[in-house]
């Protein structure tokens, strides 16, 4: 008897185009919406705008990093297919930002901020974005599929 599916793989297998093979999926926060834990006190504030500021993205306008859209900070999914990578809303499966795998230069594992696991997604075109995950082994699973 095959074994259920999570609500994230079906969320991750959502929307793929016909003949699309998912690779790998994890849960990520976009640094650049990320928001500071313990709201209200000075170190979560500073955090979070830290998070957001310093390091969450590179590339000017036109960039293939400027593209992403401002998120709400919630959690989405980052999915690596052999087509695409992109995010994708861990509720419905619908995409919320995709880019050519063809795109995507490497994986970088950054220091942790905190409790966080961090990473960057570097570009083609030099440009990059930086992601926040609850498991280094997310990152490093996107390392793996993607340099």
């Not at 979070?48 to 590339?59: D, T, W």
């Not at 901020?113 to 490093?140: K, N, P």
Request: proline share 6%; net charge positive; aromatic share 6%.
């Amino acid at each position: 008897m095959p074994e259920p599916m999570s609500r994230h793989q079906r969320a991750a297998l959502g929307f793929l185009n016909p003949g699309e093979q998912l690779q790998t999926f994890g849960v990520v926060v976009p640094a650049k919406s990320a928001k500071g834990s313990g709201h209200g006190q000075i170190g979560g504030d500073l955090g979070g705008m830290l998070a957001r500021s310093v390091g969450a993205q590179s590339g000017g306008a036109g960039s293939v990093a400027s593209g992403l859209p401002a998120t709400s900070g919630a959690a989405l999914l980052l999915r690596v297919t052999d087509q695409r990578v992109g995010l994708v809303d861990p509720l419905r499966g619908t995409p919320v930002w995709e880019v050519p795998r063809t795109w995507v230069a490497r994986v970088e594992r950054r220091p942790r901020l905190q409790l966080m696991a961090r990473f960057r997604v570097h570009y083609c075109d030099g440009s990059w974005l930086a992601f926040l995950t609850m498991r280094r082994r997310t990152a490093e699973q996107f390392g793996a599929w993607l340099g």
